[in-house]
């Protein structure tokens, strides 16, 4: 390789990484402005009066959930059908192991426009045995009509899996899942949940001192400012590159050409 070569090379390497770091600084200043705006909206949301059952979109979970007023207040009215909970497994709270509990409530409120329709709630969180890890928590659930109070939310907790899960599972409830699509719901339940899903915030008012769920869940927008700092170091990054560039490619070569003796 010729000295003109190892020279347009070295530019074009330090161009690409220069441009890579620029790049990651942008999409780290991107991510932090929809963090943002989510929290933004949560704020205006909050304010707004909770949905109920009669508000609710009829159509399945397939058919739009993305219009649906995510973190609006809703509460909603129906019977835990606790034969179909599942279980999200590798959901960390607190710092510990543990899983989402997805409990189906079937919808009672006669003024529903969805009567008996199927809407998914993430009722909570439990921690892992951590001494035996195959045994499930016990998730004590009423029986009779409870009054859910939460958050609308376009869907359920997702994770990073491996892979597939089957869709057929059989066999008593809870169980296990990674994630759960609409697939899934679909058999688990005999028939196609609501759009979207509730987060729920609050015990239901007959189980409060029974209820051992956790549910400090993190509030949309959190986590600006780590966004903000990666972004800062990804902009550090391409400056010391283009110093260091224009340090050996130009401002060293001709120091020293300018010493050499004629």
Known sequence: MTPVQRRVTVWLAA??????????????LGRAEQKRAAHAELLMRQQQAPWSGADWP???????ATTLPAYRP?????????????????????????FIVVTPLRLSDASAGCAH???????GWVPRDVQDRLRLPALPTPSGEVQV???????????????????AVSGPAPVVRQNADVAFWSNWLGQSPLAGAVLQLHPE????QTDKLLRHWPEPGQGQD??????AQWFAMAAVLVGLTLWFQIIRPRRQSSHVPT
Do not use: F
């Open 117 to 123: 329709g199927l809407v998914l709630v993430q009722r």
């Open 226 to 231: 780590k966004h903000l700092a990666y972004a």
């Open 149 to 167: 109070r939460g958050r609308v939310m376009p869907g359920l907790s997702q994770t990073y899996q491996l892979g597939q899960e089957a869709t």
């Open 58 to 64: 009829c159509g399945p979970a397939q058919d739009g």
């Open 74 to 98: 809703v509460v909603l009215r129906g019977h835990w059908l606790a034969d179909r909970t599942v279980l999200l497994d590798n959901r960390p709270m607190d710092g510990l192991s543990g």
């Open 15 to 28: 161009a690409g990484a220069i441009a890579l770091t620029v790049w990651l600084g942008c999409w780290q």
């Open 205 to 208: 008012g007959q189980t409060v």
